[in-house]
């Protein structure tokens, strides 16, 4: 009599811990944010807007409780670490970039300065990845440093996008104004992209890892 097997698409559920499906939750919240960002340059709706920007803080709630939950159950895996960074790259790096689109910087000089972003922020969590063990201490076997800023950090430019909705300044309005360089347009604020994205990618600064 032939064994029975269970169909081959459960079997990656079954591999999942806890903490992995807070990770889930996390990238959740970045598919979201890019998709209400699309909306709100369809309707205009500043609803659409600010609930994306919501979702940024949601997912760095998810962030931080999918890796207390892993820490307390000592569920750590090579799947639940690449699981974490691409769910990062996706809410703090791509929903960013597609959100300060949306709020107006839509210029060549601006989607220069995404792409910089999100690139930084791929290379920064590779490079975390590839070196954690490194950095890892002796005893503990715990990260006691992040050698350049976490890309969850780019809350902080999703707050100001959020705080600048708020205030009726984005668009043509948006802070700062724009700037014509060569070919292309510039809005400054899309400076802030490239500020985050280069201390994403620093060597020299260490944050110790709470």
Known sequence: MQERTAPRHFSMVREFHLAD?????????????????????????????????????AAFIFDVLDGRIARARHQHSAMGRELDSLSDVISFGVAPAALAFAAGMQGGWD?????????????????????????????????????GTPI?????LTGILALAEWRGRTGDALWGGSVDLGPWALHPLALLYVLSGSLMISKTLHIPKL
């Open 21 to 57: 499906f807070f990770t889930l939750g996390n990238a959740a919240c970045g598919v979201g944010s890019i998709l209400l960002a699309m909306l709100y340059m369809a309707s205009g709706d500043r609803a659409h807007f600010l609930i994306a920007a919501s979702l940024a803080p």
């Open 111 to 147: 989607a220069a300065a995404l792409i910089y972003f999100v690139c930084c922020g791929v290379s920064r969590l590779a490079r975390y990845n590839v070196t954690a063990e490194q950095l890892a201490g002796d005893e503990s076997g715990k990260v006691k440093y992040f050698e």
């Open 152 to 156: 969850p950090t780019s809350v902080v």
